[in-house]
């Protein structure tokens, strides 16, 4: 008997990848415009660097139009909403993305709100968070909990499994991840719960979950005896620590080496969600496109 599988997020992120530069190829062969995605960075942070570059570069090989607005630390926060103002108005521009963190001074809630909640393809409006917490409209969703949800119904689906019914445990209550995680899973059906810092015995909660997503911030916080034999585990977190010969390493929010023992499937860090994200904000700057164009948008893995 084989081991648990492990959900490969980088393998699906290419196969999204591939069938968006299909439809993006389509659009633009049949005489339409590229889906243009604009990402607005503020100041020199270089992990908000490296993610930008990752994002302009997925952007452009499927084909879209992908332009980068980088600003000085100096920049103010009026200056900044002008920007988002002309490029709310801007017809080719389908997506907005502004990257977090701001620096320091700089409201991240009015900025954020200020960009149209149609070109929100962070998914981070108020007016998206609302439709997507009550059930209303079709929002554009938050990227890294909807890359989670897709990794999750393939992953079930080839356990022969279904999400409606599951028990789901999602440990962090943040507002981009463990908030719109819960109204996804609730959405489909399965019986959530969200477990923080201040949640009694979180050890037994954990161990109760056919669906376990870690989205905390802790290193490898989750542990094997949290895990329900047979759990599907998503490991949300990205943390670097020390290592031997002072180098340092990437791990999750869970210790894989103890899920991988107890689960059915598990992802990996890195490789699992991270490369989900940047596909659901390409997902998302399409789905906008094709609303604002009147164009059908099937994809397959959705």
Not at 2 to 15: E, R
Request: charged share 25%; with cysteine; net charge negative.
């Amino acid at each position: 008997m084989g081991g648990p599988i492990v959900i490969d997020g980088k393998g699906l992120g290419d196969v999204i990848d591939e069938e968006l530069k299909t439809w993006v190829g389509g659009v633009v062969g049949g005489g339409g415009r590229a889906p243009g995605l604009s990402v607005v960075l503020v100041g020199n942070d270089p992990a908000s660097e490296v993610y930008v570059r990752n994002k302009v570069r997925r952007t452009k090989a499927v084909g879209m139009e992908s332009k980068e607005y980088r600003l000085p630390d100096t920049t103010t926060q009026e200056e900044l909403l002008g920007l988002l103002d002309d490029l709310n108005g801007d017809p080719g521009v389908d997506g907005i993305l502004v990257q977090l963190p701001l620096p320091e001074g700089m409201d991240s809630e009015v900025v954020i709100n200020a960009i149209d909640p149609a070109k929100d393809v962070d998914g981070f409006h108020l007016l998206n968070v609302g439709m997507l917490g009550t059930g209303t409209g079709v929002p554009l969703l938050p990227c890294t909990p909807n890359g989670c949800m897709v990794m999750l119904k393939r992953t079930l689906a080839s356990l022969g499994r279904k999400l409606e019914g599951s028990r789901a445990v999602v440990v962090g209550r943040s507002n981009i991840v463990g908030k719109p995680m819960f109204n996804l899973l609730l959405r489909e059906g399965a019986t959530v719960t969200v477990a923080h810092s201040k949640t009694k015995d979180i050890e037994s909660l954990c161990r109760e979950a056919d669906i376990l997503v870690a989205a905390v911030g802790r290193p490898e916080m989750v542990r094997g005896d949290w895990v329900k034999e047979g759990a599907v585990v998503i490991d949300v977190g990205i943390n670097r620590i020390e290592a031997e010969g002072g180098k340092t390493r990437l791990v999750g929010d869970v210790h894989y080496e103890e899920a991988y023992a107890k689960a059915a499937a598990v992802t990996p860090v890195p490789g699992g969600v991270g490369p989900m994200t940047i596909g659901m904000l390409l997902v998302n700057t399409v789905r906008s496109y094709a609303g604002r164009e009147g164009v059908e948008c099937r994809l397959s893995f959705l």
